[in-house]
Nanobody, 114 residues
Framework: QVQLVESGGGLVQAGGSLRLSCAAS????????MGWYRQAPGKQRELVAA???????NHADSVKGRFTISRDNAKNTVYLQMNSLKPEDTAVYYC????????WGKGTLVTVSS
């Protein structure tokens, strides 16, 4: 089992930056990849970015060039650096650990004012 705790969400003006953190605990050796999903009201859940155990990354086209996923293995933490934020980035951001069964954090709210 894996526990995930997100932090770093908040209110930011358009064009600003936030860094989300996801601290993982438990059976972290079993994690194949980790990622960030987001869901805005009335919209489908979207995979924002993912990072594999080998360190390769993927970013959604909607955030490519603005968001960067990274990790600190010593701290068992994954980050999502979000720059040039837009109002459409407003959503609850969820950290996910991908195993045979996926584990989800509770989410952290990001609100980008216009």
């Amino acid at each position: 089992q894996v526990q995930l705790v997100e932090s770093g969400g908040g209110l930011v003006q358009a064009g600003g930056s936030l860094r989300l953190s996801c601290a993982a605990s438990g059976s972290i050796f079993s994690i194949n990849a980790m990622g960030w999903y987001r869901q805005a009201p009335g919209k489908q859940r979207e995979l924002v970015a993912a990072i594999t155990s080998g360190g390769s990354t993927n970013h959604a086209d909607s955030v490519k060039g603005r968001f960067t996923i990274s990790r600190d293995n010593a701290k068992n933490t994954v980050y999502l650096q979000m720059n040039s934020l837009k109002p459409e980035d407003t959503a609850v951001y969820y950290c996910v650990a991908f195993l045979t069964m996926d584990y989800w954090g509770k989410g952290t709210l990001v609100t980008v004012s216009s």
